[in-house]
């Protein structure tokens, strides 16, 4: 063992050396994928998916030298999907996939049973797993050969003599106090007491973005710190590209306080399956102050869903309150609402009917289609443990 090279110098596998900003696009890359798109006019697309982006001089480095970028995001199946997780997600991998990226969405199957969603039961994480995509098909997730799922359990299994090295490597670099600080990313805080799965959880996770090839880490923002620890392991690697960091918002719970969206307070959020007169009640009973934009759910989902979705917003009302409006973008809403010219009132039930717009195709296919109505019917029927 002691022949060995330094340990601080030698990554585990040659291969997450190599950068793929250089790399060649794949054979299944359409030639005439985004001919008609500027380099820039790629990087204002992409960067409009993130609240965040680390770093941008990287990211338009990228797209000058690769045409198609690898896009990475995951999820663990861990219950029902709320509209972030459904429509936001749709919306954003259609701009990555305009622009020219490949998404890769990996399932993390593995890792919800490490965080001991559905009890920690594999079969019923893949039964979610299998549910979630169903969704994602049937809102209009543009799946034109560019976006593929992969479920993490098959994947490791498949490549595991690169991929636990990997990780091997990641946990020796790094002191317990650091990985605890990646915590958020399983809805955990670093006072929760952590089985030693979650420790391992955020060197895994990690490990995904190095042997999945992502150029691009496209995930939320309170998955933000793990991300710049593979930043960091770059560094301790020598690795020159680092993975791009896009991080994306994150939508509040409707009622007041509420930060995220939560599956455990059904009242928080707007689930992909939900009925119109449940879509109704909710956003009735949602936080909505007069005149007050800021920590306003209602105001958030129409900038984040519905005016990316629909590229308007459409009021209807009676003519003593100022008759039917048509806003074109969300600064001319936020202006009529601040000075209370839009009242909360009128704008509660026209969210609503849009909303139940970019539903109803969801209702339509699990109502229709056999399999995703008895998928829905077994998610609905696990209790969801955190």
Same mark, same amino acid.
């Given at each position: 063992?002691?022949?060995?090279?330094?340990?601080?110098?030698?990554?585990?596998?040659?291969?997450?050396?190599?950068?793929?900003?250089?790399?060649?696009?794949?054979?299944?890359?359409?030639?005439?994928?985004?001919?008609?798109?500027?380099?820039?006019?790629?990087?204002?697309?992409?960067?409009?998916?993130?609240?965040?982006?680390?770093?941008? =001089?990287?990211?338009?480095?990228?797209?000058?030298?690769?045409?198609?970028?690898?896009?990475? =995001?995951?999820?663990?199946?861990?219950?029902? &999907?709320?509209?972030?997780?459904?429509?936001?997600?749709?919306?954003?991998?259609?701009?990555?996939?305009?622009?020219?990226?490949?998404?890769?969405?990996?399932?993390?199957?593995?890792?919800?049973?490490?965080?001991?969603? &559905?009890?920690?039961?594999?079969?019923?994480?893949?039964?979610?797993?299998?549910?979630? /995509?169903?969704?994602?098909?049937?809102?209009?997730? =543009?799946?034109?050969?560019?976006?593929?799922?992969?479920?993490?359990?098959?994947?490791?299994?498949?490549?595991?003599?690169?991929?636990?090295?990997?990780?091997?490597? @990641?946990?020796?670099?790094?002191?317990?106090?650091?990985?605890?600080?990646?915590?958020? /990313?399983?809805?955990?805080?670093?006072?929760?007491?952590?089985?030693?799965?979650?420790? $391992?959880?955020?060197?895994?996770?990690?490990?995904?973005?190095?042997?999945?090839?992502? =150029? @691009?880490?496209?995930?939320?923002?309170?998955?933000?710190?793990?991300?710049?620890?593979?930043?960091?392991?770059?560094?301790?690697?020598?690795?020159?590209?680092?993975?791009?960091?896009?991080?994306?918002?994150?939508?509040?719970?409707?009622?007041?306080?509420?930060?995220?969206?939560?599956?455990?307070?059904?009242?928080?959020?707007?689930?992909?399956?939900?009925?119109?007169?449940?879509?109704?009640?909710?956003?009735?009973?949602?936080?909505?102050?007069?005149?007050?934009?800021?920590?306003?759910?209602?105001?958030?989902? @129409?900038?984040?869903?519905?005016?990316?979705?629909?590229?308007?917003?459409?009021?209807?009302?009676?003519?003593?309150?100022?008759?039917?409006?048509?806003?074109?973008?969300?600064?001319?809403?936020?202006?009529?609402?601040?000075?209370?010219?839009?009242?909360?009132?009128?704008?509660?039930?026209?969210?609503?009917?849009?909303?139940?717009?970019?539903?109803?195709?969801?209702?339509?296919?699990?109502?229709?289609?056999?399999?995703?109505?008895? $998928? $829905?019917?077994?998610?609905?029927?696990?209790?969801?443990?955190?």
């Amino acid at each position: 063992m002691a022949e060995q090279s330094p340990p601080d110098q030698t990554p585990p596998s040659s291969d997450i050396q190599s950068l793929s900003i250089n790399s060649q696009p794949s054979s299944s890359s359409s030639s005439s994928s985004t001919p008609q798109l500027s380099v820039e006019e790629r990087f204002r697309i992409i960067r409009s998916v993130g609240e965040e982006c680390i770093q941008e =001089d990287e990211l338009l480095n990228l797209l000058t030298h690769k045409p198609e970028p690898i896009c990475y =995001d995951g999820f663990e199946p861990s219950g029902r &999907m709320h509209i972030a997780q459904g429509v936001v997600k749709a919306i954003n991998v259609n701009k990555l996939t305009s622009a020219g990226c490949k998404v890769k969405i990996w399932v993390a199957d593995w890792f919800a049973q490490l965080n001991n969603k &559905m009890g920690g039961d594999l079969k019923k994480i893949k039964i979610v797993g299998q549910y979630l /995509i169903e969704i994602w098909k049937a809102v209009g997730m =543009d799946l034109n050969g560019k976006v593929e799922f992969l479920w993490s359990s098959d994947e490791i299994n498949s490549r595991a003599s690169e991929y636990w090295p990997l990780v091997m490597d @990641i946990a020796r670099r790094n002191k317990l106090p650091r990985i605890m600080r990646c915590c958020q /990313i399983m809805g955990r805080s670093e006072q929760d007491e952590l089985s030693a799965a979650q420790i $391992l959880y955020p060197c895994m996770q990690c490990a995904d973005i190095f042997f999945l090839k992502a =150029d @691009i880490c496209q995930l939320g923002m309170d998955q933000r710190k793990v991300n710049v620890l593979a930043r960091e392991y770059c560094d301790d690697i020598k690795r020159k590209n680092k993975p791009i960091i896009l991080s994306h918002h994150m939508l509040p719970g409707l009622q007041q306080g509420q930060e995220k969206m939560s599956k455990s307070d059904p009242s928080s959020s707007i689930f992909m399956e939900d009925e119109e007169a449940e879509v109704n009640v909710k956003i009735k009973k949602a936080y909505c102050p007069p005149k007050i934009v800021e920590g306003n759910p209602c105001l958030e989902y @129409i900038k984040y869903i519905i005016f990316p979705w629909f590229h308007e917003f459409r009021v209807e009302r009676s003519a003593e309150n100022g008759g039917d409006k048509t806003f074109k973008n969300f600064e001319e809403l936020v202006s009529d609402y601040e000075s209370g010219e839009l009242h909360p009132a009128d704008l509660k039930p026209a969210l609503s009917r849009a909303l139940n717009k970019i539903l109803q195709p969801v209702r339509n296919h699990f109502n229709n289609d056999a399999k995703a109505k008895d $998928l $829905l019917k077994r998610v609905k029927s696990y209790r969801v443990t955190k």
